[in-house]
């Protein structure tokens, strides 16, 4: 007999958290790497257009990372009518 919680089974709810991770975890890096390469190309010139991408980049917060990363792996999940109108309203 398998587990079900919410309509899902275990299984699924490890392959959304697996996601959610993942994707949380490449925004980080790729928002890591960005950020560097452009503070590089940012400090060569003259124009403020660049620091402040470089700055608005860099003041993205983990949190809303890991959000991003909950939303896409709550996709993978076959949620109830209520609990899917709740998260995707925000």
């Known amino acids: 007999m398998e587990v079900m919680f919410l309509n899902n089974s275990v299984l699924t709810w490890l392959t959304a958290l697996g996601v959610a991770l993942g994707v949380a975890l490449a925004l980080q890096v790729t928002k890591t790497v960005v950020v560097h390469r452009l503070g590089i190309i940012a400090a060569r010139t003259d124009t403020k257009l660049d620091d402040i991408a470089v700055a608005a980049l860099q003041a993205t917060k ?29």
């Open 62 to 90: 983990s949190l809303a990372i890991l959000i991003m990363g909950l939303y896409a792996g709550g996709t993978v999940l076959l949620l109830p009518a209520s609990v899917d109108q709740f998260a995707t309203r925000f």
